[in-house]
């Protein structure tokens, strides 16, 4: 009986310290599976930084591409700029002397036609310089007179026209509408009406045309000065 009884303490025992280890590898299993549980959040968190980080970096990367991208862009708009709003000193030269073998009456008077002659395709140009008392129409002796120096620029034939006109020093000038024939033609005819040509005339003096005078092309002025014959 009593070596019963001792068998059944010595199950008992063994049965308590087979549960005890049970329990002791229970917690140990369950701090295991929670550390391992912080390792992943601490690992994802990291990684997350890590992509957060990458990112920045690839969009200031970025930014800073587009940046000196526009910057290059910019200089290299401003390089063509400069280059196409540069001029050539040696031309710009050469512009600037080309009438420097003519006098200024001679650039004057082909700037004077290149303005204002009627027809550019002359063969000549003929000036005449008429003083300040001289008639309007040389042919008719009871004609008006100019009240100052003028000069008269025509060409060799009809149709090339004329020009009169007096210089105010200023590059501007003063213009006589002085037609190329006077009445049509020479000798006048029997039943013009004198009195009507008086104030044609009186007309003429007193309402000169004020003209601003055009630099022009020299290229134009020195043919016109070239084909320039003085009276």
Known sequence: MKKQVKLFYCHMSLLLFILLLAGCSDNTNAKLNANAGENDVTLS????TEVEEGNQANEASSSSTSEDTSQEDAKESSSEESKS???????????NHALD???????????VWSQLGPNQEIDELNVQLISAGSPLNPDDENSLTYPEDVVQLRGSRIVDGIVTYSGNGNGTINVYNVPMRWYGG??????????EIQKEMEDIITNTKLVNVDTGNNEEIIEIINKMNSQ
Do not use: H, Q, V, W
């Open 186 to 195: 020479f000798p006048p005819p029997e039943d013009i009406d004198k009195e």
């Open 85 to 95: 709003g540069e001029s050539n000193p040696a031309d710009e030269s050469e512009e």
């Open 45 to 48: 968190t990291e990684e997350t």
């Open 101 to 111: 073998d003519y006098s200024s009456k001679e650039i004057e008077y082909a700037r």
